[in-house]
């Protein structure tokens, strides 16, 4: 009898909303990722303006080394999924301005931490739990509850002062991106897009090195940039840009090697992971079909980070570097939550900082804020604005 494994994978088949110079005259830019590139190193200073944030450390207020799920100019919301707590730091300073756990069945309570996102000027926070969107002020006290009108919503941001935008990515039509109300859920807009070859979802695979079977599962999202929002269908070699100005979908960047078929061998996917003016930071996905775990592989997959320059159409290996740190090496990843458009966020543990500070490796402001902390403390967020 074949042995038969899950391959959960989320693969974002995105395109960007961009009026870059360097496009050439609207026309699209092209990646074959059939091709081996040389690796870059990028230094986050040169790119970026970095900003350090040392989360405040009580015993009311201790999180865990996970992503911010919010930052605005003005609150950072974290949350500990194991235990549904939801923690509102002050975005300058780090310190803690409140905290609420409402994990529980009743009807005003979430059962999961999905989605998050909020409104400032309103005082609310949008918790997505299964189906549904539940409303709280920012010390929990709870305000509403909507249905939410798909049923696999993957990404809620909040898209102006009366709407958020959701992706359902089980939606079989040419709009599964939408607007919905703020105040009840009810939906105010939809983004029209090709749908694109229908490829049954999801994907079973046999691997017969390995001698098993397996089920990959590909979920297409909405992601925010730095210009606008983002949304995709994995079907499509062509990855679409949301123009919010105008409320039109329109082709940004085509992907020369994509395939997805039913069989294994063909499975190559290019997802977007953040965008600058000058720059596309990607991910390239591919399958494996003779991968074999008893001889070291223990996926099937292979991930390639790259990073696509603009001016010049050159494609790299991408390796992020922070002059601050010496010895720190990261990527430019998807953000994990709703943050300002041409951000992202790096974690940076307390008790990694404590051990490089103790041994010289850091410099300039991020040494300043590692004097100040111990290692079982709260993380540091370098939030990155790029230029």
Known sequence: MKKEHYFFITLIAIALFSCN?????????VIDTSKRFPEKTLVLQEIAQVEYIALETTDDFLTDDSTPRFIDDNIIVMTVRQ??????????????????NRLGRS????????????????GEIFIQGGERILVYDMQGGFKRV????????????????????????????????????????????????????????????????????GIIRVHAQCVKTYNGYVIGKPALDTLYAL????????????????????????????TVLNETRDMIFLEAMKININFDPMGGN?????????????????????????ADYEGWESYVNRNSGDYPAGTACFVLSAYDLHDANGSGRLRGELGAVASGIVRDDNPVLAIVNFR
Do not use: W
Request: glycine share 8%; with cysteine.
């Open 146 to 213: 909507f249905e939410l009108p798909g049923s696999s919503i993957s990404a809620i941001f909040t898209f102006d002062r009366g709407n958020l935008i959701c992706y359902d990515y089980n939606a079989t039509n040419s709009q599964p991106c939408f607007l919905i109300d703020k105040t009840d859920g009810g939906i105010t807009h939809e983004f029209v897009m090709p749908i694109g070859d229908t490829i049954a979802l999801p994907i079973r695979a046999y691997f017969p090195r390995a001698g098993v079977s």
């Open 21 to 29: 110079a360097n496009r050439h005259s609207g026309a699209l830019t």
């Open 243 to 270: 123009n919010s100005l105008t409320n039109r979908v329109v082709p940004m960047l085509v992907h020369a090697s994509h395939i997805l078929t039913i069989e294994p061998a063909d499975f190559n996917l290019l």
């Open 298 to 322: 223990s996926s099937p997959f292979t991930n390639e980070r790259l990073v696509y320059l603009k001016d010049t159409g050159e494609c790299f290996v991408q390796k992020v570097i922070n």
């Open 83 to 100: 235990t549904g707590e939801v923690l509102i730091f002050d975005r300058k300073t780090g310190k803690g301005i409140s905290k609420f």
């Open 107 to 122: 009807g005003q309570e979430y059962l999961s931490l999905n989605n998050l996102t909020a409104d400032y000027e309103s």
